[in-house]
C-alpha cells in the first residue's frame, strides 16, 4: 500500500468544499503537495525546514516555503481549509507549539489531519527498518553496542556505513525522542477544535516478552509509550459549520466507534 496516497485521500475525505486550500506541513521534496494538486486542490503550500522542500514537485497551483511548523511566522491566522501532517511530527521537537500553530492556520470549519510514526519510544522509533529483530535497541544499547550488532549481521555494506546509520538514528536533531502520551497530552490542550480522532496505535504487546522490552521497563518506561507506535490526530476548527460537516463527523465518529466494538 502507498501510505503517503493513502493518508492523503483519506484526509480530503473530510473535507466539505470541492477546492480547498491545503497546507502540507512536513512536505519535503513536495510528493505530499503532489495529491492534493490531483485532488482538485485551489492551492497548495508545502512547508519544511530542508532548504530543498519542493524540489522534486513543481506546480504551478503550489508554492513552497521553509519553515519550521513550531513557528509558522509567514502564514496568517485561519489561512487554509486543510492543514496536513505526515510522518512529521515525530521529528519535530515541540510537538506542543507545532500543533498549536496548525490549529491557528486552518480556518472555521477546516480540517486538521496529522499522522506521526513511528514514535520515539516505539520498537523501531529511529526509523531503520534493517533493525526488526532488535525492538527498541535505540533505547537500551550504546551506539557502540548498535554498531557492533549492525556489523556482526551484516546489516550494511561496511563498517563504516554501519557507524553512520547508528549516528543518525540517534541523533535528536533527526528524531524528537519524545513519548507517544506527550502527543495526547498536547492534543488535548488544544482550544476552538472539535477532535474526531487522537489515538495511540499500539505494537502486540507479546512483543514486550523480547529481552529489549524487558531492559526498556527496566530503564522506566511505560509499557504504554513503549507499545505506542502511531498518533493520529483528526479535527475540525469550530466556529463555522454545515450540514454537509456535520454529516461527515457523524458517519466518522460512529465508524470508528463500531470499529472500537469489534476490536474489543
Known amino acids: 500500500m502507498d501510505y503517503n496516497r493513502h493518508n492523503a485521500a483519506s484526509a480530503w475525505k473530510h473535507l466539505t468544499i470541492r477546492h480547498p486550500d491545503v497546507l502540507v506541513v512536513g512536505a519535503n521534496t513536495g510528493n505530499d503537495c503532489s495529491y492534493f494538486v490531483e485532488f482538485g486542490a485551489k492551492s497548495v503550500l508545502g512547508l519544511d525546514v530542508i532548504e530543498e522542500v519542493g524540489s522534486e514537485f513543481l506546480h504551478p497551483k503550489v508554492r513552497y ?154 530503564r522506566g518506561m511505560s509499557q504504554e509509550n513503549l507499545l505506542g507506535v502511531t498518533h493520529q490526530l483528526i479535527a475540525r476548527k469550530r466556529g463555522s459549520w454545515s450540514m454537509a460537516s456535520v454529516v461527515l463527523d457523524t458517519a466518522y465518529l460512529l465508524k470508528q466507534r463500531l470499529s472500537r466494538l469489534v476490536r474489543h
Open 65 to 218: 516555503l521553509c519553515e519550521s511548523a513550531e513557528n509558522m511566522r509567514s502564514i496568517a491566522d485561519e489561512s487554509f481549509d486543510l492543514v496536513y501532517c505526515y510522518a512529521t511530527m515525530e521529528h519535530v521537537p515541540n510537538v506542543e507549539a507545532a500543533f498549536s500553530e496548525m490549529a491557528r492556520v486552518a480556518r472555521k470549519g477546516g480540517i486538521i489531519y496529522s499522522l506521526a510514526s513511528p514514535l520515539w519510544q516505539s520498537p523501531g522509533g529511529h526509523h531503520m527498518g534493517e533493525f526488526v529483530k532488535w525492538p527498541w535497541i535505540h533505547l537500551v544499547k550504546s551506539p557502540d553496542e548498535i554498531a557492533e550488532i549492525a556489523i556482526n549481521n551484516n546489516l550494511y555494506s561496511s563498517e563504516e556505513l554501519a557507524r553512520a546509520k547508528v549516528e543518525y538514528m540517534l541523533n535528536p536533531s533527526f528524531f524528537n525522542m519524545r513519548p507517544s502520551t506527550d502527543y495526547i497530552r498536547a492534543c488535548a490542550k488544544l482550544a476552538g477544535l472539535r477532535v474526531l480522532r487522537s489515538e495511540i496505535l499500539k505494537e502486540d504487546a507479546n512483543l514486550l516478552g523480547h529481552p529489549f522490552g524487558a531492559a526498556a521497563i527496566a
